[in-house]
C-alpha cells in the first residue's frame, strides 16, 4: 500500500491533473508563419486559454457555454480546410493521443486486413491563429486590398509586409461583400453562387461532425448526364491558392513553369474527375491507401490535400469557355450543343436544398493581410471549431534559430537565438 500511494503521489496524480489542465484550461501553440505579423512572429511559442470560449465536454462535440470572441480579438481554431479525424468518418476512427508536434493518433475499426490498425495522422488536423474580423450578422468585403466591414473600411491589419504592388482578382485583393450567417438563419441553396455554397458546405461539416456532406458535381451534354469529360483547353489564372489545380494542369500536359508571372493564365487539357473527386471530399489524400507508409511505432500515415472552392468558379468558366467553343464547332446546327453545371449538397447521401445554422460563425484573417492564407480563402469558422483565446508568449526563438529540440549541441546558441523581450508579453496589449 506503501508503494501504492507513493506511486499514485508522485507520477499518476499529477500526469491526470497535467491532462487535465491541457484538455479545459491551457493550449500550447507555436507560430509556423509570418501571417500575424507585427503581432506574432514566426518561431514565437504562446499559451491560450481554452476555458474562456468554452469547457469541452468529455466525449462529446460539445462544450459548456462562456464567452464567444469578439471582432479584434486573436484566437486559436481547428483549421476548417481538412478533416476533423481521417477520412472525415469519426465513427471509423478512434481519437487515441494528440502528440503535440508528431501529430495525432487514431484507431481503425475497420482497417484492412495486413494494414496496422493504429493511424498517424502526422500533418493534422491543423490549428490556425488568426484575428476575428467579424462575427455573425457582419459584412465583410475586400476592395483592392482595404477591409470592409458593415460597408465601412476598417483598419483592422494590414497591407502586408512582403507583397506585390499590383492588385489582383484573388481573395487576396478583391472579395465581393458577404453577410456572416446567424445562427437560426436558413439559408436556401437555390439563391446561392458557386462560392457561397462552398463556404456553406463547409460550415455545415463544422456543425455536424456525426454526417457525411459532400458537395456533387454534375456535367450534362444536351441534357445527358456525363460521367467523363475532357476539357481540351483548360484555362486558369496563375494564383498561389490554386496550386493544386495548376499542380494537375502541369502534370497533366507536361508543362514546366517557366517565365509565368502572378496572375498569367495557364492553359491545357483537363479532366472533369478532378474536380467531381475534390469537391465531393473537400480534400484528396496524400498517400495511396492501397500502399499504406509506415509512420511512427509502426502505424500507418495519412495526410490530406486541402481544396480551395475558387477553384470551381474556374470549373464555371471554363464550361462557359467550352459552350463558346462548341457553338463555333456547330454553327451550322439550328441547335448548337450545350454543356451545363450543376451543383448539389448531399446530407448522408439524401440531396438536401436548405440549411439551418446552429451556432455563432466568425471571419477570421491574418494582420499581414497580403501573406495570410485565411477566411478570404476558406471560409466562415464556426464556433464548435473555436478552441482558445491567444493569452501570453512564454518563449521566441528567431525564425533562422540553428538550435534544434533533439540535438543538445545546438543548445549552445540559445542565449543569441532567444527573443528575449517576446518573452511574456500579453497578446492582447501588443
Known amino acids: 500500500m506503501k508503494y501504492f500511494n507513493g506511486f499514485m503521489r508522485e507520477f499518476a496524480i499529477p500526469i491526470v491533473s497535467a ?92 482497417a484492412p486486413s495486413g494494414h496496422s ?52 482578382n484573388s481573395p487576396r485583393d478583391n472579395l465581393k461583400e458577404i453577410k ?40 450534362t451534354k444536351d441534357g445527358q448526364e456525363l460521367q467523363d469529360y475532357d476539357f481540351e483547353d483548360f484555362r486558369v489564372p496563375l494564383e498561389n491558392h490554386k496550386y493544386l489545380l495548376l499542380q494537375a494542369i502541369f502534370n497533366k500536359n507536361r508543362l514546366v513553369s517557366q517565365g509565368l508571372n502572378y496572375g498569367d493564365t495557364v492553359n491545357g487539357a483537363m479532366n472533369l474527375n478532378f474536380f467531381r473527386e475534390f469537391a465531393r471530399t473537400g480534400f484528396l489524400a496524400r498517400h495511396n491507401p ?8 509502426g502505424s500507418r500515415l ?7 472552392g475558387s477553384q470551381l468558379e474556374d470549373l464555371e468558366a471554363n464550361v462557359d469557355f467550352e459552350n463558346i467553343r462548341l457553338a463555333l464547332a456547330d454553327s451550322t446546327e439550328e441547335e448548337a450543343t450545350r454543356l451545363e453545371l450543376k451543383w ?36 466562415f469558422v464556426s464556433a464548435r471549431n473555436i478552441k482558445a483565446k491567444a493569452f501570453i508568449i512564454y518563449y521566441s526563438l528567431e525564425k533562422d534559430s540553428k538550435v534544434e529540440l533533439l540535438k543538445p549541441w545546438t543548445w549552445v546558441y540559445l542565449p543569441t537565438d532567444i527573443r528575449w523581450s517576446r518573452i511574456a508579453r500579453v497578446i492582447h496589449l501588443i
Not at 133 to 149: C, M, N, P, R, Y
Open 19 to 110: 491532462l487535465v489542465v491541457i484538455a479545459f484550461v491551457i493550449q500550447a501553440f507555436k507560430i509556423p508563419s509570418g501571417s500575424m505579423e507585427d503581432t506574432l512572429f514566426e518561431g514565437d511559442f504562446l499559451l491560450g486559454l481554452k476555458f474562456v470560449y468554452g469547457v469541452p465536454l468529455p466525449f462529446s462535440h460539445s462544450k459548456i457555454p462562456v464567452s464567444e470572441p469578439d471582432a479584434g480579438e486573436v484566437v486559436i481554431f481547428r483549421y476548417p480546410g481538412e478533416p476533423e479525424y481521417p477520412d472525415y468518418d469519426h465513427k471509423r476512427y478512434t481519437h487515441l493521443a494528440n502528440a503535440l508536434m508528431f501529430g495525432n493518433f487514431f484507431w481503425d475499426n475497420q
Open 117 to 168: 490498425k493504429l493511424v498517424h495522422y502526422a500533418d493534422g488536423p491543423k490549428d490556425y491563429i488568426k484575428r476575428c474580423i467579424a462575427k455573425s450578422g457582419q459584412t465583410v468585403a475586400v476592395k483592392d486590398g482595404k477591409l470592409f466591414l458593415d460597408g465601412v473600411e476598417n483598419p483592422m491589419g494590414g497591407r502586408g509586409k512582403y507583397t506585390e504592388r499590383s492588385r489582383g
Open 180 to 219: 456572416i450567417p446567424e445562427p437560426g438563419e436558413i439559408i436556401n441553396f437555390d439563391t446561392l453562387s458557386t462560392h457561397d455554397l462552398w463556404w456553406i458546405r463547409s460550415l455545415m461539416i463544422q456543425e455536424m461532425p456525426d454526417s457525411l456532406v459532400e458537395f456533387k458535381i454534375s456535367l
Open 290 to 297: 492501397n500502399k499504406p507508409q509506415p509512420s511512427l511505432f
Open 302 to 308: 495519412v495526410g490530406y490535400d486541402a481544396f480551395d
Open 344 to 379: 448539389q449538397i448531399l446530407v448522408n447521401g439524401n440531396p438536401v436544398k436548405e440549411y439551418k445554422v446552429k451556432d455563432m460563425v466568425y471571419f477570421m484573417m491574418g494582420d499581414n493581410r497580403d501573406n495570410s492564407l485565411d477566411s478570404r480563402y476558406w471560409g
